[in-house]
């Protein structure tokens, strides 16, 4: 193994042509210069130097060795460099992937953040609903992942995550807990009252969300008795605010979704006994430690509080 030291020693001596002068550029002692030779001479194999005298000349071996050397110190140099700026937040990259209402509401806050505090990080950005989106993590193709998960009734009337366990493997940065809305045509019936409970609309033809978002919906009116009457699903929001607005269903969505859409043409109306989905930043524990990776966590989070 050949040690980065040992090759600026080992340039200094053929530059000065002595032990003791390469000992002063370098600023240490003759003995010093010596003692790190011998190791490098015991690393490669063979010798590098012929010391006669006074007059210290290289080897064949330790020509090539020095006419290598050169290159290997500029990169070494240049790699320490570009570490450096990532560590020192001065240069990185972040590939975020994010659910679609995550990334017109809290990504884009995090993002201008960020870029102000850390103009050198770079991000990307990709949408995708979960549990894609923690694939994507898994499999190495993002550095975060946005992700959420409903919360279920449990037997004392408490509430816990649906998918317990399923990210026991990530580090997991809880940002906000996201209520659902209930999103009524804004001249039905309930689309005035405070608050409609799911089975007030259990005769309703029905506009569903994503494909979990959809099994979550199945699951709650089931709950309340009855199987819900899906005429359209679509996993773009404005498209199931525009189908309300027809007049040709109602749907339950999250409120971050609404904050992020005008919904024409209908109401959201507060749904009792309250449906919650826990919205979360995922990271991989080694991916954790990466500046660039906590800075954009940091300020997830910080989007999510305002």
């Given at each position: 193994m050949i040690e980065a030291r040992h090759l600026r020693v080992l340039r200094a001596v053929s530059a000065t042509g002595s032990f003791s002068a390469a000992g002063r550029e370098l600023g240490c002692t003759?003995?010093?210069?010596?003692q790190q030779m011998k190791a490098l001479e015991a690393s490669v194999g063979t010798p590098l130097l012929v010391r006669s005298g006074r007059e210290t000349r290289l080897t064949q071996a330790g020509e090539a060795l020095v006419r290598h050397a050169a290159g290997i110190l500029s990169g070494l140099t240049a790699a320490e460099e570009e570490v450096a700026a990532i560590a020192g937040l001065r240069a990185g990259r972040v590939r975020l992937v994010s659910f679609p209402s995550g990334s017109s509401t809290l990504v884009p806050t995090a993002l201008a953040a960020l870029r102000a505090a850390h103009p050198g990080t770079r991000v990307s950005l990709e949408e995708a609903e979960p549990p894609r989106s923690v694939e994507l993590l898994r499999e190495g193709d993002c550095d975060i992942a946005l992700a959420f998960r409903y919360e279920r009734a449990t037997g004392d009337g408490a509430v816990a995550g649906s998918g317990a366990g399923e990210w026991d493997d990530l580090v997991v940065r809880p940002l906000l807990t996201d209520r659902l809305v209930a999103l009524v045509p804004e001249r039905h019936p309930l689309a005035r009252a405070a608050s409609?409970?799911?089975d007030d609309l259990a005769g309703e033809p029905w506009i569903a969300g994503c494909p979990r978002c959809r099994g979550q919906l199945v699951q709650v009116c089931e709950r309340a008795g009855f199987t819900p009457r899906i005429d359209f699903a679509t996993d773009d929001y404005p498209a199931v605010v525009g189908l309300v607005g027809?007049?040709?269903?109602v749907a339950v969505l999250p409120q971050l979704a609404i904050e992020s859409v005008r919904p024409r043409g209908a109401r959201a109306v507060a749904l009792e006994p309250a449906v919650r989905r826990e919205i979360v930043?995922?990271?991989?524990?080694?991916l954790a430690?990466?500046?660039?990776?906590?800075?954009?966590?940091?300020?997830?989070?910080?989007?999510?509080?305002?």
């Amino acid at each position: 193994m050949i040690e980065a030291r040992h090759l600026r020693v080992l340039r200094a001596v053929s530059a000065t042509g002595s032990f003791s002068a390469a000992g002063r550029e370098l600023g240490c002692t003759q003995p010093a210069v010596s003692q790190q030779m011998k190791a490098l001479e015991a690393s490669v194999g063979t010798p590098l130097l012929v010391r006669s005298g006074r007059e210290t000349r290289l080897t064949q071996a330790g020509e090539a060795l020095v006419r290598h050397a050169a290159g290997i110190l500029s990169g070494l140099t240049a790699a320490e460099e570009e570490v450096a700026a990532i560590a020192g937040l001065r240069a990185g990259r972040v590939r975020l992937v994010s659910f679609p209402s995550g990334s017109s509401t809290l990504v884009p806050t995090a993002l201008a953040a960020l870029r102000a505090a850390h103009p050198g990080t770079r991000v990307s950005l990709e949408e995708a609903e979960p549990p894609r989106s923690v694939e994507l993590l898994r499999e190495g193709d993002c550095d975060i992942a946005l992700a959420f998960r409903y919360e279920r009734a449990t037997g004392d009337g408490a509430v816990a995550g649906s998918g317990a366990g399923e990210w026991d493997d990530l580090v997991v940065r809880p940002l906000l807990t996201d209520r659902l809305v209930a999103l009524v045509p804004e001249r039905h019936p309930l689309a005035r009252a405070a608050s409609v409970a799911i089975d007030d609309l259990a005769g309703e033809p029905w506009i569903a969300g994503c494909p979990r978002c959809r099994g979550q919906l199945v699951q709650v009116c089931e709950r309340a008795g009855f199987t819900p009457r899906i005429d359209f699903a679509t996993d773009d929001y404005p498209a199931v605010v525009g189908l309300v607005g027809a007049g040709l269903g109602v749907a339950v969505l999250p409120q971050l979704a609404i904050e992020s859409v005008r919904p024409r043409g209908a109401r959201a109306v507060a749904l009792e006994p309250a449906v919650r989905r826990e919205i979360v930043a995922l990271t991989l524990p080694d991916l954790a430690q990466v500046p660039a990776v906590t800075a954009t966590l940091e300020q997830l989070g910080r989007a999510a509080r305002r």
